[in-house]
């Protein structure tokens, strides 16, 4: 999002891998953030099938501002199809920081990490198995939050569908949890990124 990546109704991948993105509702970008815009009210970037299969080690990398405080749950980012331990996602409201794989499986600070409605840089990272402090990691602002995480309802790793995984920013899955805020420079790798790559 450096420069204006929407196109037609699109958001272009410049990875070059061709995965663009359709921006549904009123989602929109903004030339002076350089940042796409949502407004918490059925508005979000989707992607269809971006083809991870199993238990695809995964990170997304990206800053991240409210409009305002939510008090409702909205998800910066969630990857794969509904289910329990079939997808990959974050969301973040007062009642807490969730960094989940679906279904039961959510892990909650119980209080939200992000208090102000200034950019924070977010690192979400899942490296395979069943989700631990080992397994995921989830950095703010540079500094590693993992250990605020509750992972004693973890049960399963994340399977995702090859036939079946979706990206969506800006809400979930289903997309009945859209955030209200600004997303820039969203990166989505393939890999498990090390702290130092943070």
């Known amino acids: 999002t450096s420069t204006?990546?929407?196109f037609e109704g699109a958001v272009r991948d410049t990875s070059g891998r061709?995965?663009?993105?359709?921006?549904?509702?009123?989602?929109?970008y903004d030339?002076?953030?350089?940042?796409?815009?949502f407004d918490g009210t059925d508005d979000h970037i989707?992607?269809?099938?971006?083809r991870f299969s199993g238990e695809q080690l995964v990170s997304v990398s990206t800053?991240?501002?409210?409009?305002?405080?939510?008090?409702?749950?909205?998800?910066?980012?969630?990857?794969g199809k509904s289910g329990t331990g079939t997808q990959f996602?974050?969301?973040?409201?007062?009642?807490?920081?969730?960094l989940y794989t679906g279904g039961n499986d959510i892990y909650n600070t119980g209080y939200n990490l992000i208090t102000d409605t200034s950019w924070h840089h977010i690192v979400a990272i899942y490296r395979g198995g069943t989700p631990s402090t080992t397994t995921?990691?989830?950095y703010l602002d540079n500094v590693d939050v993992t250990d605020n995480l509750n992972f004693s309802t973890a049960s399963q790793s994340v399977n995702f569908d090859p036939n079946d995984c979706d990206l969506v920013i800006g809400s979930t899955i289903d997309t009945n949890a859209d955030v209200n805020g600004k997303i820039s420079q969203f990166k989505l790798y393939d890999t498990a990124l090390t702290a130092e790559e943070v």
Do not use: C, H, Q
């Open 31 to 37: 030339a002076n953030d350089k940042a796409l815009v």
């Open 89 to 98: 996602g974050l969301a973040t409201y007062t009642a807490g920081t969730y």
């Open 4 to 6: 204006n990546p929407t």
């Open 18 to 28: 061709g995965n663009d993105g359709a921006m549904v509702g009123t989602a929109a």
């Open 46 to 50: 989707e992607r269809k099938n971006i």
């Open 63 to 79: 800053w991240f501002r409210y409009n305002s405080i939510p008090t409702s749950r909205g998800d910066i980012f969630s990857v």
């Open 136 to 138: 995921m990691s989830l």
